[in-house]
């Protein structure tokens, strides 16, 4: 079973050569979106040769033809191996590439979405997301450095870190959740926290705090699957192209207020890692220490899709969650996540 190498620390992606090397890998295809291309240009610099291709196609969701686009480029560039440097649709798109060819994976977030550490997949066709879980996608080194994300804008490091949050969350209720992937996740929510609540106190750098606590959540996730946060959040990202960390950022309090009946024992363990006496009550505090309102709606829902919004999640049920899910409990968690801090 493939396992995942970690680097950690500030300054650790300054010098990829030694990865690379440890991969054996001669002719790499780089893969990096645009906002991350500033960064990705001086850490491929060291590389030199190895660099046979560069990708720039990355999309949110990973369409099909962009995936086609990048698998035909490394194809044709007889690729060895892939280095992805970016977001969740940086490492996506490497993971598309990687499901067919079977290309090893090296990964260097640029933000806190955690896929690096799953072996989980998404494709987008027309508008219906496909996701999957293949040992071949999941990266074979992961290097984490905090300082490559001292620059994100404070709102995206926020939605970002709360879609970490979110992975946490499904691992504490996922159909594959079990005692020790619990405690993993629980640490990943407190790592999370302590981090966002030093940016809401002003910190003047990204905390290191977010990219461990992603780490985190991404490992936990990677093991227990998706639940019900995520369903909600494939079909409405694939079918009406939002914005990821933001629509997960506007589900996630919503989810974990239907959910908490059913779970008692386990939000009050969520309710402690985000020290708080009740789970919702201390996310919604969380988001009002970060003046963060994420909707439906910031996320690019329009007002006028909000009802095909509904059909289309309904049109998955039933779902596997640990309460049932009706078309009106769907209706009543995208009214909530549409509505956000206005909701009554």
Known sequence: ??????????????????????????RIVVIADAGAAEVASNLIAPLGGRVAASFDGVRPHVPAEMATRARELAADARADGLLAIGGGSTT??????????????????????????????????????????????????????PGLLDGLPAR?????????????????????????IRIVALEGVKALREGLDKMAAGATRRPD?????????????GVAGSGLHHKICHVLGGRFDLAHAELHAAILPAVIEFN???????????????????AGVGLRALYDRLRLNPTL????????????????????????????????????????????????
Not at 265 to 275: G, K
Not at 330 to 342: K, P
């Open 260 to 278: 908490a009946p059913a779970l008692p024992a386990r939000m009050a363990d969520l309710a402690a890692s985000l020290a708080a006496a009740d």
């Open 297 to 344: 709606e910031s996320a690019g829902l329009h007002p006028a899709d909000f009802e095909a919004a509904v059909d289309a999640v309904a049109g998955v049920l039933p779902l596997d969650n640990v309460r049932a899910v009706s078309r009106a409990d769907v209706r009543a968690i995208l009214e909530s996540a549409f509505a956000g801090r206005r909701r009554t």
């Open 92 to 145: 996506g798109t490497a993971k598309a590439v990687a499901l067919t060819s079977r290309l090893p994976v090296l990964a260097v977030p640029t933000t806190y979405a955690g896929s690096e550490m799953t072996p989980v997949w998404g494709i987008t066709s027309g508008s219906t997301k496909r996701t999957g879980r293949s040992l071949d996608v999941l990266p074979r080194t992961v290097v984490y450095d």
């Open 1 to 26: 079973m493939p396992s995942t190498r970690v680097v950690f620390g500030r300054g650790s992606a300054a010098d990829l050569l030694p990865e690379v090397e440890r991969l054996g890998l001669e």
């Open 156 to 180: 995206l490091a926020a939605t970002s870190s709360l879609n970490a949050m979110a992975h946490c969350v499904e691992a504490l209720s996922a159909p594959a959740s079990s005692p020790l």
């Open 209 to 221: 705090e977010l990219l461990y606590g992603a780490h985190v959540a991404g490992t936990a996730f």
